[in-house]
Structures are given as structure tokens and as C-alpha cells.
């Protein structure tokens, strides 16, 4: 065998080995690539479960969220119908605390007018025992001396005496029972006043003449001062006549012997003016605050002679009904003015 066939057979055998071994390499790459293969495949199965798995986790938390949302809302709804009843409470407790001032103040109410009413109640008592007691007194002196002007033993010079101080004591009590019973008509409502023209001069005249003996009695000085443009005025004359009859009344009685009476008439601002002014011994503080209240000289009546304590009350209230006023000033032991406004165009 010659050098070359040698040679060949040799490089033959390299190539042959060369290519085992490539084979053999080949071989253990396909394998190799087979089980990357494997490797591979059984990754993009985990993946795809860890895909579905993460889908259905996403589908779960979805639900969850859902869930959250409603329970959300379900939470914001009771909390809403919580501050509804929260704020029907408060209103609720609002009404109540009102009702309870509201019921408070009535209450506090009901206990002033109790205590009005028991008051009144007992002037009504003190009244019912003063009139009874100034109606009785003089009833009782005017029958004594009718028995004794029966008797025939009253000189005549003196008799005439007597029955003027007679009229004078039973104008007093007629006076007393007209106010009673005013005050009573004006209680219920019946005290309706009448609109006629009046001439006011002749009015006060007509009120004055009820005194005239008081003023020669007790040497009086009395003066009736009535301005030239007082003529006439549309307006209830009676109701007019009643209250300066219970204020000529009242002045008559407080001025002492020889004292001062003055009654004036005038017009001021479309106003009649209507004053009476004594020299009597005036009002106290008390007094002043106490002048025009319902039977509030009653308690005192006796001591005073102060009467039933209707007079001034009845004529500050008729002097309302007519559209008027009554008003006074007065000054401890100078004496007291009370004046009587009335619209001129009443």
C-alpha cells in the first residue's frame, strides 16, 4: 500500500471519527433541544395556568370590588338614613325643648293669671265689703234723719239744710251704683258709645250743678275757666258726663274746707281738653302707680273715704271707648289736675 492510500485511509478514518463525533454532538444538541423543547412547553403550560389563574383572580377581585362597591353603598345608604335620623332626632328635640319653653311659659303663665285672679278675687271680696259699707252708712244716716224730719221736730230754718246734705249723700251712692254697674256693662261688652253733638259748655255746666251745695258747704273757691273756641264736639255725652262727675267727685272730696276747685275746657291739636284741679293733699308714689287700677282703693276706703275704687278705673277705660285719654300730675299736699283728652273729630 503506497504512502498515499495510507494517508487517505488515515484522513478517512480522522474524517470518520471527526464526523462520530459530530453526529454524536448533533445528537446531544437534539436532545438537548428536545428537552428545551420539553422545557419550554411545560413553561408555556405554567404560564398559562398562572395566566388562568391570574384571569380568575382578576375575575375575583373584580367580584371582590363588586362586592366592596355594593357594601359601599349599602354602608352610604345606612349612613345617609342614619344622619336622616340623626337630624329628625335634633328637629325632634328642637320641637321639644320648644314645646317645653312654650309649655314653661304657659305655665308661667297660668300661675301669673292664678295670682292675678286671686288677687282679684280678693278685691272683689274687699270691694263687696266697701260698698257694702258706704251704701249701708249713709242709707242707714239718711233714714234717721227722714225720721227725724217725720217727727216734725227739724226747725224750718234748718230743714232745707238737711235735705241738701240728703241729696248730696244719695247722688254719692247713685254715683257708686252707676259705676258698678258701668264697669260691669263694660266687662261684658254692652258699653257701646253714641255719637250725638254736644255743646260742652252746657255738658260741664250740667256736671258742675251736681256740686253746688258741697261748694257752699265746704266755702269753697271754684272756678270753671272754659276758652272761647270750646264749642261743640260729636261724641257720647253721657259717657263724658260720667267721668267729670267721678273726677269733680274725687276733687270735691280731697279739697279741704275753703280749698280751691278749678275746671278748665280748651282745644289743643284737634284735641278737647278736659281738666279738673284740686288743692287736696295730693298722691304718694304708691298711689300714683296704683290710680287707675280696678278696686285698688278699696282696702282703704274706710280709713279714707276713698269709695270703691271704681271711679278713676271706669272713667280711664271709658275715656279709651270714646277715642280719648285721661292722664294726671299731681304733688303731695299741692293737689292733683286730671285732664280728659277727646279727638274733636269724634
Known amino acids: 500500500m503506497s504512502d498515499n492510500e495510507r494517508q487517505l485511509k488515515l484522513d478517512l478514518a480522522h474524517s470518520q471519527k471527526r464526523l462520530s463525533e459530530r453526529t454524536r ?18 413553561t408555556e403550560k405554567a404560564l398559562v395556568a398562572n395566566t388562568l389563574l391570574m384571569e380568575k383572580s382578576d375575575a375575583d377581585l373584580s367580584v371582590s370590588a363588586a362586592l366592596l362597591e355594593s357594601k359601599e353603598l349599602e354602608l352610604a345608604q345606612q349612613a345617609a ?34 295670682r292675678e285672679l286671686e288677687v282679684l278675687m280678693r278685691q272683689r271680696e274687699d270691694f263687696v265689703a266697701a260698698i257694702t259699707h258706704d251704701l249701708k252708712s249713709p242709707l242707714l244716716g239718711a233714714t234717721r234723719v227722714l225720721e227725724y224730719l217725720a217727727s216734725g221736730q227739724v226747725p224750718p230754718e234748718q230743714q232745707q239744710l238737711i235735705i241738701n246734705q240728703l ?17 260691669y256693662r263694660f266687662d261684658a261688652g254692652s258699653l257701646v258709645p253714641i255719637q250725638e253733638l254736644l255743646d260742652v259748655p252746657a255738658l260741664i255746666n250740667q256736671s258742675c250743678e251736681q256740686f253746688s251745695f258741697t261748694i257752699v258747704d265746704k266755702k269753697l273757691e271754684f272756678r270753671k275757666e272754659i276758652d272761647a273756641n270750646v264749642t261743640q264736639i260729636r261724641c257720647d255725652g ?12 274725687n276733687a270735691f272730696k280731697f279739697t279741704k274746707a275753703e280749698g280751691l276747685v278749678v275746671v278748665r275746657a280748651w282745644v289743643q291739636e284737634n284735641m278737647l281738653m278736659i281738666s279738673v284741679r284740686d288743692s287736696g293733699p295730693g298722691m304718694t308714689e304708691e298711689q300714683k302707680e296704683g290710680i287707675f ?3 285698688w282703693q278699696t282696702h282703704k276706703s274706710r280709713e279714707s273715704g276713698t269709695g270703691t ?16 285719654d285721661l292722664t294726671f300730675v299731681t304733688e303731695q299736699n299741692v293737689g292733683s289736675e286730671f285732664t280728659l283728652s277727646i ?3 269724634k
Request: charged share 30%; hydrophobic share 45%; proline share 1%.
Open 293 to 295: 287700677r280696678r278696686f
Open 309 to 324: 275704687g271704681l271711679g278713676l278705673y271706669l272713667s280711664k277705660e271709658l275715656a279709651a271707648t270714646i277715642g280719648g
Open 25 to 42: 454532538e448533533r445528537d446531544e444538541m437534539q436532545l438537548k433541544l428536545v428537552k428545551s423543547d420539553e422545557r419550554l412547553v411545560a
Open 81 to 114: 338614613q342614619l344622619a336622616i335620623s340623626a337630624l329628625d332626632v335634633v328637629q325632634k328635640n328642637k320641637a321639644l325643648r320648644a314645646s317645653d319653653v312654650s309649655l314653661a311659659k304657659r305655665t308661667e303663665e297660668l300661675e301669673r293669671k292664678n
Open 343 to 345: 279727638p274733636m273729630s
Open 238 to 249: 253721657l259717657i263724658i258726663k260720667r267721668i267729670l262727675t267721678n273726677l269733680l267727685s
Open 167 to 183: 241729696l248730696d249723700s244719695n247722688r254719692e251712692m247713685v254715683r257708686m251704683i252707676f259705676n258698678l254697674l258701668d264697669v
